[in-house]
C-alpha cells in the first residue's frame, strides 16, 4: 500500500509550527558540528538564524529588512575573521535591543570585562555548555528582552504625552480665560500632570536600576554607585570595599526543588544579605543568576571582612534546606573579600576583579567560607591572590 502525503497540508502544519515560536535567535559559529547542535537544541523553541562567522551574521543583518526581529544573539568567541566580542560590538548600532550571549572555550576576567563594556554582553557561558543551562539562560535572557521592551514602550508612551501636553496646556488655557474658577481648576489639573509625568519618570529609572525578582539592586546600578564611591574615595582618601557572594551548589538546588524554588531562595539570600549591610551607603545587587555584590564605602578591611562574616553566617542560621549540597544540609554562601585604597591609575573594575578572584578561591577551597588577600589587609591593586582567576573559576565550574 503507497503512503499518500498532503504536501499542501504538510506545509500547513510546518508553518503553523514556525508562527507559533514568538522568538527568533541567532547563532553563530565556526565550526559546523557546534552550530548544528546548538540549532537541534534550539530550533524546537525559537526561530534560528545560522552563520558560520561574524562576517556572515553581519551580512545578514544588514540584508535583513526587520533585523529588529532578532531578538537573541548566541555567538561564539574564537572565531576566524572577527572575534565574538568585535563581532557583537558591531551588531549594537544595527540591533541595540537585541540580547548578546557570548560563547568560550575558556575563562579570562579582563575579556569578560571587556565583553560586559564593549559588546553590551548579557550573559558569558563557558564550553562545555548543558543544553538545559543554555535554555535556562535563554529563558531569562529573553525575559529580560520582554521587560527592556515593555519599559521602551512605557517611555514611549511617556513621549507622545509630552509632545501632547502643549496643546492639551493651551486648550485649557482658553478655557480658564472664561473664569477664576475654572483658571484654579485647571491650574490644579495641570500640576497633577506634571507631578503624574514626574513620578512616572522616577518609577521608570527605578525599574532600569532594580532587578526584578529580588527587588534589589542590579549591575547597572552597581556600576553607577561604584563609580561615584570611587571618584569620592579618591578626593577624600577614604577605603573602598567590596565583597562578592556566591550560593554554593545553586545548580544542583535548581536541579532537585526545581527553579520556582530556586528563585524563592535568591530572593532570600537577597534579602538576608541585605538586612546584615546596616548603614545606607552600603548597597548589595544581584550580580548575576546566583551570584551577589556588596559594595562597601569608607570601610576598612577589619569592618569589610566583619560583615562578610556576618552574611555568612546569617545564611547559615537561615538553615535553608539543601539536600544536594556537598558542603552542608542547608544553603552556604561562598564570599571573597578585598579592600582597596583608590588611586587614579586603576578604576573600581580592579576592585570588582580581585573581590571575583577571592570568591572563586573561597570556592576552590571547600566553600561555605570567606577569602581574602591575608598577606596585606589593604590590597594592593595588582598583587595577585593564591590562585589566577583561570585555575578558580575551572576549579569552581568543575565542581559547581
Known sequence: MNLVINKEKLKQIQTKKQADRTYTIMVVDDELVNLEALTLILEKEYHVVKANNGVEALTIINQDPQPERINLILSDQRMPVMMGVEFLKQTIPLIPRTIRILLTGYTDVNDIIEAINEGKIYKFLTKPIDPIDLLVSIKRALEAYDL????????????????????????????????????????????????????????????????????????????????????????????????????????????????????????????????????????????????????????????????????????????????????????????????????????WQELLRYADQYLYDAKNKGRNRVEYNKENQLGRLGCNPTLSAIDTRNAYDNGR
Not at 521602551?152 to 509632545?163: C, F, K, V
Request: hydrophobic share 35%.
Open 148 to 347: 527592556e521592551m515593555q519599559k521602551i514602550r512605557l517611555i514611549e508612551q511617556l513621549r507622545h504625552m509630552n509632545d501632547n501636553l502643549e496643546k492639551i496646556v493651551a486648550e485649557r488655557t482658553r478655557q480658564l480665560e472664561d473664569s477664576l474658577m475654572t483658571l484654579k481648576k485647571q491650574k490644579d489639573d495641570l500640576e497633577y500632570m506634571n507631578g503624574f509625568k514626574d513620578r512616572l519618570v522616577n518609577e521608570l529609572q527605578n525599574l532600569s536600576l532594580t532587578d526584578p525578582l529580588t527587588g534589589i539592586a542590579n549591575r547597572r546600578k552597581l556600576e553607577e554607585v561604584a563609580k561615584i564611591e570611587w571618584g569620592r574615595g579618591l578626593r577624600t582618601k577614604k577605603e573602598l570595599s567590596m565583597i562578592m557572594a556566591d550560593i554554593d551548589y545553586f545548580k544542583h538546588y535548581n536541579d532537585f526543588y526545581g527553579h520556582a524554588m530556586g528563585d524563592e531562595c535568591i530572593k532570600r539570600i537577597a534579602g538576608i544579605i541585605q538586612q546584615t549591610l546596616k548603614r545606607p551607603t552600603d548597597l548589595v545587587v544581584r550580580y548575576g543568576g546566583e551570584e551577589f555584590c556588596c559594595i562597601l564605602p569608607e570601610t576598612n578591611f577589619d569592618g569589610a571582612l566583619k560583615i562578610a562574616e556576618n552574611i555568612l553566617q546569617a545564611v547559615q542560621s537561615e538553615s535553608i534546606v539543601h539536600e544536594r549540597s556537598k558542603v552542608a544540609p542547608y544553603v552556604t554562601l561562598s564570599l571573597g573579600a578585598h579592600t582597596v585604597m583608590p588611586e587614579n591609575n586603576n578604576s
